[in-house]
């Protein structure tokens, strides 16, 4: 749906205030994952997107950590703050709400907490951080805390609601792979999110973002500030070109968004996907569409690894191994090889197998093999979206 010609133009720094029209759980009962397929309805706003880009989207803090932070500041929360770069002041409460990450504080605060502390034991402790032999020591212990729990464990240092705030970095946007191809659902985005819930310091913690769209936007009321950010990843031009789709977890959105504009755009190459996840039973992530996909020939191959199923854990890149042969064949007749998830291990565990792959089956040497795949990406056949 197009806007009207005197709409603005929605983009991060102006972005439009969507709706979620849908908001359900992938996972079956017995999960240790809470991963949830959510549209995003972009009616009136104008924005276009294609597979293989990204939504950003701009959360609200939990408000009762927003709370307690007022509470432990002896504060209202009406009180005027000035942020960086703003043109006038806002409400304390506001800024904590939707402008502030209330996470990741530094040795920062923890000096200004030591200069205005009168109680001696926290005085002793503060100090005991800044030794130049702790570095180590505050690493761990900032590591471990938010904003509120230093607030809690030095409560003779009182801040001002602007010294507070100063502290704080500004609340970024979160970007997701879209899930959906325009071919398929004009007029909206799909997301597949996975809610990120842990316990640090004694203290339950949850994803701003994640939590944001699970929990406190509601369907169909809470409007929710997104963008679309465009990106290089996306689907091969050529449809008669394979594709060899590497997604565990819940990077398996885009691939789900690459396959749905093949078939829509009546793309003649072969589909193949590699899914990876704990439990078959609880966490294979939109089983039923790659059925269906498998089924009427959309998909030709799908692999999956289920870590947890099998006393010895297996993943995609051991599956990637156990068919080098076939996988060979594909990219030797031109596949694209694309890969989406986890930066920190899946990401780089996939790359070394990759490059196995190709230094077996290809009877190359370890330099040969770095070359072959370095001209996979200068010819764009290998893309990454990692995160």
Known sequence: MSAPADAPAYSKDHPFPARIIENRLLNKPGSAKETRHLVVSLAGSGLHYEAGDSLGV???????????ILQRLRATGDESVMLPKAEAPISLRDALGSRLALAGPTRRIVETLAAKA???EE????AGLLAPESKEVLAAFLDEREFVDLLAEFPSARLTAQEFVDHLRRLMPRLYSIASSPKVHSGEIHLTVAVVRYR?????????CSTFLAERAVV???????????????PPEDGARDCILIGPGTGIAPFRAFVQDRVAS???GRNWLFFGDQHRATDFLYEEEWQQLLDRGHLARLDTAFSRDQAVKVYVQDRMRENSAELWSWLQAGAGFYVCGDAKRMAKDVDVALHDVVMQQGAMSPAQAAEYVKQMKKDKRYQRDVY
Do not use: M, Y
């Open 58 to 68: 701009f959360a609200t803090n939990p408000p009762q950590e927003v709370s307690e």
């Open 118 to 120: 009168v109680d001696g």
């Open 123 to 126: 005085k002793a402790r503060l």
């Open 200 to 208: 640090t310091n004694g203290r339950d913690r949850a994803g701003v």
């Open 220 to 234: 169909g009321v809470t409007p929710t500030p997104v963008f679309v950010s465009h990106s290089h990843f996306g």
């Open 266 to 268: 009546g793309a003649k």
